[in-house]
Nanobody, 123 residues
Framework: HVQLVESGGGSVQDGGSLRLSCATS?????????MGWFRQAPGKEREGVAR????????YYADSVKGRFTISRDNAKNTVYLQMNSLKPEDTAMYYC????????????????WGQGTQVTVS
């Protein structure tokens, strides 16, 4: 059973930076997982922010965060990161880490495992 725990959220000023972390556990041996960061603001639909393949050799970003956010993973530490720079008030949301079995394109696979979320507030 895959478990995900996010950390690193907080309150920052417009233009500031934060780094989110997602500690993962429970992976079965030889299983490959896409990892993603998603966010949801009050009254809005959940948005896929960034995704990364198992080896970290390919990533995808939402247009709204391209050039400002960077997703990375350290498989030795079973941790996925989201470096967020030049934050804007519209980035305010609950951010979730998620994992999905890499059976295809990481933009399209089902993300079946989710963390509890970490709040990011930009003012």
């Amino acid at each position: 059973h895959v478990q995900l725990v996010e950390s690193g959220g907080g309150s920052v000023q417009d233009g500031g930076s934060l780094r989110l972390s997602c500690a993962t556990s429970g992976y079965t041996y030889r299983s490959n997982y896409c990892m993603g960061w998603f966010r949801q603001a009050p009254g809005k639909e959940r948005e896929g922010v960034a995704r990364i393949y198992t080896r970290g050799d390919s990533t995808y970003y939402a247009d709204s965060v391209k050039g400002r956010f960077t997703i990375s993973r350290d498989n030795a530490k079973n941790t996925v990161y989201l470096q967020m720079n030049s934050l804007k008030p519209e980035d305010t949301a609950m951010y979730y880490c998620a994992a999905g079995l890499q059976i295809g394109n990481c933009r399209d696979v089902a993300y079946n495992y989710w963390g509890q979320g970490t709040q990011v507030t930009v003012s």
